[in-house]
């Protein structure tokens, strides 16, 4: 696994941790796409972050082409995307995933 998606899933359990200790009745799961949109094409690496009760998730995309950067696409478990941003990568915190979580699978 690259460092900076290691790094990046790292953070994303912790906020992960973190929303589950606020919203005990919100189950989310987190994957990491390592290979798979790899084998799909892609030069990238992913992480989800699903809400399934509310049929939502969140992909955070690190591309090999644009390292300092990460795309967080918000849709649904079908792949429809409602809304995306770009962040520097190193400047993504806990708290910002915990407000992204919140946001999208409570309010």
Do not use: W, Y
């Amino acid at each position: 696994m690259k460092e900076s998606l290691s790094n990046l899933s790292e953070i994303v359990a912790k906020a992960n941790d973190l929303f589950f200790e606020r919203n005990k009745n919100v189950d989310t799961l987190m994957g990491i796409m390592d290979k798979t949109l790899r084998k799909q094409g892609m030069s990238a690496d992913a992480i989800t972050i699903d809400c399934i009760s509310m049929n939502k998730k969140i992909v955070l995309v690190l591309h090999d082409s644009k390292p300092e950067l990460v795309d967080i696409a918000f849709g649904d478990k079908a792949g429809v995307i409602h809304s995306s941003t770009e962040l520097v990568l190193k400047e993504l915190s806990i708290n910002q995933i915990v407000e992204m979580m919140e946001e999208n699978f409570i309010g």
